[in-house]
C-alpha cells in the first residue's frame, strides 16, 4: 500500500494506537473477538444514509436499504432507526428486516423468482410494494393475494435497456438479462395488472447495474420510465413512486465516486415538480465503506515466483475478489519497521482462486493484523461454510463502544442438522 493511499472508508484513522474505527482500535477488536472479523461502523453507516437524505431534502421519497449488500440485523436496526426502507429479494430478508425493527410498509420486494409462499408471508406482512419481474409473476401474485383476502401493491420492473456501449458496466438493464420486463411490453402489462382485481397498480421500478459512477445511464432510464408514466396517466393509470434501484459505486481504491448528491442532482431535476413519491435502493453506497474485514497472517510463505501471506480470512469469508475480481485495499493495523515485502494475500482454501487481494507491498510480520477495506457490502452476506469454514463473528462499532453483532460461528453448528446414516445401516 503507498504512502498516499488515502483510505476509502471514513471512519477509519491512524492512531499511536495502531488503525482505529471511530475512537476503537482494530487490534483490540482483533484480540478480544478473533479473526476472521467484520467490523462495521454505526457513524459511517449513519452517514451514508443522511447523505441520501440530505440529497432528497423535502422531496417525498424513500431510501430502501438494499439487505442483501448487508443482511446483519445490527446493521439492519440501524438502518430501522434512522427511518429507512429496505430492498428484499426473499422472504428470509424480510424476515430479517422485521426482526431488526424494521417497518413492514416501507420494505419493497425484488426478485425474479418469487415463490408462493414469499408472497404470502409479504402479503400478511403488508409490505409497501412488490416490483414484478414478469407477467406470469403478476397472475400469480393475484392468484395469492385472492387467497389471503389481500390486495397486493405492484410495481413492475422494467427493463430500459440502456445502451451498453456508452456505458459498458451496466450489467442488470439489458434485454439479454433476467430481470425485468422488457420496455416493450411494460404498457400491455400494466394494463393487464389494473386490470386484476387483487392487485393495485402503484409504481414502476428499475435497477440498472451496481458500482456505476456516472449518472447519465440512470438520468437515460429514468427518461425512459418518465415517459412510461405520462402515457400511462393518459390512460387513466396514475402511478404513486418511481422506484430507480440501487447502483451508485463507491470507491474501492482510486475510482472517482460520485458524491450521492452529485449522482442525485440530474434525477432530480428531471423529477421537479412531478408528484410521484421517489424510491431508491442502494446497498453498496451505504455499507461498502462502513464494513472490514480482520485477518491475522498466519505464515508468510516466501515462494520462486511469488510470496504468499496466508491468513485466517479465505473466499468463504469475503468472495468478492475470486467471484469477479473485487479490489479490497489490505492495511497493516500496526505501522511496523520491517522491509516491505510483496505477497499475494490468500486464504487456507484448497483453490488455486481463493485469494483475497494479489501483488500488495506489506510490512509485515506472522501474527499480524490486516484489514481489508470496503467490505461491508458483499462481505459476509456472500459468505459460506465451504471447507468446514465456521463463519466470521461481526462486530459494530459506536463510538468507543463494541457491540457484537453476530458470534462466530460453531463448528458443530456447521452439521447440526446432518446426520450420519443409523447404525442399523450396514
Ligand atoms: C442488488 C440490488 C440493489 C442494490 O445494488 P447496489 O449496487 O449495491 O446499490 C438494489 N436493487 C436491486 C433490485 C438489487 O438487485
Avoid at 117 to 137: D, H, K, P, W, Y
Avoid at 231 to 258: N, S, V
Avoid at 360 to 367: F, I, S, T
Amino acid at each position: 500500500m503507498n504512502q498516499e493511499f488515502s483510505f476509502p472508508m471514513p471512519t477509519l484513522a491512524r492512531s499511536p494506537r495502531g488503525l482505529l474505527i471511530e475512537q476503537v482500535a482494530l487490534a483490540d477488536v482483533a484480540e478480544r473477538f478473533g479473526t476472521p472479523v467484520y467490523v462495521y461502523s454505526r457513524a459511517a453507516l449513519t452517514d451514508a444514509y443522511d447523505a441520501y437524505r440530505r440529497a432528497l431534502g423535502a422531496r417525498r421519497s424513500l431510501v430502501c436499504c438494499s439487505v442483501k449488500a448487508n443482511s446483519n440485523l445490527g446493521v439492519l436496526s440501524v438502518f430501522a432507526r434512522l427511518g429507512a426502507g429496505f430492498d428484499i429479494v426473499s422472504g428470509g430478508e424480510l424476515a430479517r428486516v422485521l426482526a431488526a425493527g424494521g417497518r413492514a410498509d416501507h420494505v419493497v420486494f425484488s426478485g425474479v423468482g418469487k415463490s408462493r409462499a414469499e408472497m404470502r408471508q409479504a402479503l400478511e406482512a403488508g409490505i409497501r410494494c412488490f416490483n414484478v419481474e414478469s407477467a406470469t409473476e403478476l397472475e400469480r401474485l393475484n392468484g395469492i393475494a385472492a387467497e389471503v383476502g389481500k390486495t397486493a401493491p405492484v410495481a413492475l420492473r422494467v427493463n430500459p435497456d440502456v445502451d451498453p456501449k456508452t456505458h459498458p458496466y451496466i450489467s442488470t438493464g439489458l434485454k439479454s438479462n433476467k430481470f425485468g420486463v422488457a420496455f416493450g411490453d411494460a404498457l400491455a402489462l400494466y394494463r393487464r395488472a389494473a386490470a386484476l382485481p387483487h392487485l393495485r397498480v402503484c409504481g414502476i421500478d428499475c435497477h440498472i447495474g451496481s458500482q456505476l459512477l456516472d449518472s447519465a445511464p440512470m438520468v437515460e432510464a429514468a427518461r425512459r420510465m418518465l415517459d412510461l408514466v405520462d402515457r400511462l396517466a393518459g390512460e387513466g393509470l396514475h402511478l404513486e413512486h418511481i422506484d430507480f434501484g440501487g447502483g451508485l459505486g463507491i470507491r474501492y481504491r482510486d475510482e472517482a465516486a460520485p458524491t450521492v448528491g452529485a449522482y442525485l442532482a440530474p434525477l432530480l431535476k428531471l423529477f421537479e415538480g412531478r408528484p410521484e413519491e421517489l424510491f431508491f435502493e442502494p446497498g453498496r453506497s451505504l455499507t461498502g465503506n462502513a464494513g472490514l474485514l480482520l485477518t491475522r497472517i498466519e505464515y508468510l510463505k516466501p515462494g520462486e515466483e511469488k510470496n504468499f501471506a496466508i491468513v485466517d480470512a479465505a473466499m468463504n469469508d469475503l468472495l468478492r475478489p475470486s467471484l469477479y475480481g473485487g479490489w479490497h485495499a489490505v492495511v497493516e493495523l500496526a505501522e511496523r519497521d520491517v522491509p516491505k515485502r510483496t505477497v499475494d494475500v490468500v486464504g487456507p482454501i484448497c483453490e488455486s482462486g481463493d485469494f483475497l487481494a494479489r501483488g500488495r507491498d506489506l510490512a509485515v510480520e506472522e501474527g499480524d493484523f490486516l484489514a481489508l477495506l470496503s467490505a461491508g457490502a458483499y462481505g459476509m452476506s456472500m459468505s459460506s461454510n465451504y471447507n468446514s469454514r465456521p463463519r466470521a463473528a461481526e462486530v459494530l462499532v459506536d463510538g468507543q463502544e463494541v457491540h457484537l453483532v453476530r458470534a462466530r460461528e460453531t463448528v458443530e453448528s456447521l452439521y447440526a442438522l446432518e446426520c450420519p446414516l443409523p447404525s442399523s445401516q450396514s
